[in-house]
Every structure is written in structure tokens, then in C-alpha cells.
């Protein structure tokens, strides 16, 4: 059974970056052909795709964000992370790590909450 | 921009059968697949459809998807309604640039 974990600071200064990091068990992210995606959920509010990391190390963002966004993998490790700069109270979400099959989203982590604020 | 656009709420009563729309901005919703997710408050959102009109394993066949291309649009239907399904439904697809689009969500009420 593929689990997925997010790991990372739940309140972070603006201006700065946010760092998360997502760990995988039960499976490989560098093997099968899997988009491994980052999703948040503003409170209250809807999902807004982030972008992913194919298990190549080839990625693709929201063009919202692209900017600002930079997603890889860490084979060794089992994990993916995200990286956001330049944080706004805007940025403040809950963010999910998840496994797009090339179907649909199939795994999920449970989610984690980042507050932006001083 | 391409969007998806979900009604904000939908109510109906234990038993009956409901229908959440999502419809395309622009282009032929028909020309990529629609997901459809349930999240219910404090969990991560689970598939319910994929690829237009399966159920992955375990999702009950009172759950079903379908696709009209005359209207754009895209439907979830839930049929013998449970207080179970209570929960927020969230369309998804993609753009010609291959990004996931999601819609805004639409709050299932079971009264």
C-alpha cells in the first residue's frame, strides 16, 4: 500500500520560501510512470494544482506560479519536495503531496497546513 | 485561462438521486478526461471518477460520470443518496498545456 507523508515548517515569515517535503513508502518514486503533484487548499477554500515531478525529474506548474515554483525528486531518499518563494499571506494553505497515476490522483497524503505570517 | 465551473451547493434528500454539472470555458470538454473527487471536512480529497465514467475499486456503483459534449459540460451523479455522501465534489481536467484544472467545488448537502 503506497503512503505518502508531507514534512515541513507549518508557519512560514513573507517573503520567504516555503519548503515541504513529501516521503514515500510503500512504493518508488523513481520507478512506473507516475506524476508525483503537489496540490494546496486555501481554508474554506477550493484545490489549486501546484505542478509535478515525472519520476525523469521533468516537471510542469500552474503558470500562476511558475515563478515562484520549483518542484523535484530525491530518488534515494523516496521523497519529493516544493519549494515556494516570495510567500504571501496569500500562500497560506493546506498543502497535499499526491501520486497522479496518468488516470487520476490515486494516493494522497493527508495534507499539511502552512500559515504565512510574521 | 481554462476553467471548470461547479455549481457552489446542491441539497436533496436521502434516497433520491443528484446531479453535479462541471462545465468547460472553452475547447471540448471531450477532449480531455474528467476526474471527479469527494473530500470530506479535515480529509484529503478521494477519486469517486476517472477517465470520464469509471469507478476505481471500492467507489459504490450508485456513483456515476458522463460527458455531454453539446452543453460542455461534464456530470457526476449520484443516485440512492446516502448522509454519507455528504461532502464537497471537485470536477478536474487539463489544459492544452497538459496542467490539472480543478473546478471550484460543489457542497453536497444530504437533508
Known amino acids: 500500500q503506497v503512503q505518502l507523508q508531507e514534512s515541513g515548517p507549518g508557519l512560514v515569515k513573507p517573503s520567504e520560501t516555503l519548503s515541504l517535503t513529501c516521503t514515500v513508502s510503500?512504493?518508488?518514486?523513481?520507478?512506473?510512470?507516475?506524476?508525483w503533484s503537489w496540490i494546496r487548499q486555501p481554508p474554506g477554500k477550493g484545490l489549486e494544482w501546484i505542478g509535478y515531478?515525472?519520476?525523469?525529474?521533468?516537471?510542469n506548474y500552474n503558470s500562476a506560479l511558475k515563478s515562484r515554483v520549483t518542484i523535484s525528486v530525491d530518488a534515494s531518499k523516496k521523497q519529493f519536495s516544493l519549494k515556494l518563494s516570495s510567500v504571501t499571506a496569500a500562500d497560506t494553505a493546506v498543502y497535499y503531496c499526491?501520486?497522479?497515476?496518468?488516470?487520476?490522483?490515486?494516493?494522497w497524503g493527508q495534507g499539511t497546513l502552512v500559515t504565512v505570517s510574521s | 485561462n481554462f476553467m471548470l465551473t461547479q455549481p457552489h451547493s446542491v441539497s436533496e434528500s436521502p434516497g433520491k438521486t443528484v446531479t453535479i454539472s462541471c462545465t468547460g470555458s472553452?475547447?471540448?470538454?471531450?477532449?480531455?478526461?474528467v476526474q471527479w473527487y469527494q473530500q470530506r471536512p479535515g480529509s484529503a480529497p478521494t477519486t469517486v471518477i476517472y477517465?470520464?465514467?469509471?469507478?476505481p475499486s471500492g467507489v459504490p456503483d450508485r456513483f456515476s460520470g458522463s460527458i455531454d459534449s453539446s452543453s460542455n459540460s461534464a456530470s457526476l451523479t449520484i443516485s440512492g443518496l446516502k448522509t454519507e455522501d455528504e461532502a464537497d465534489y471537485y470536477c478536474?481536467?487539463?489544459?492544452?498545456?497538459?496542467?490539472?484544472?480543478f473546478g471550484g467545488g460543489t457542497k453536497l448537502t444530504v437533508l
Open positions: 510503500g512504493g518508488s518514486v523513481s520507478s512506473g510512470s507516475y506524476y
Open positions: 499526491a501520486r497522479d497515476s496518468l488516470a487520476y490522483f490515486d494516493y
Open positions: 472553452s475547447g471540448s470538454i471531450a477532449s480531455n478526461y
Open positions: 478536474q481536467s487539463y489544459d492544452s498545456s497538459n496542467h490539472v484544472v
Open positions: 477517465e470520464d465514467t469509471l469507478r
Open positions: 515531478v515525472y519520476s525523469s525529474g521533468s516537471t
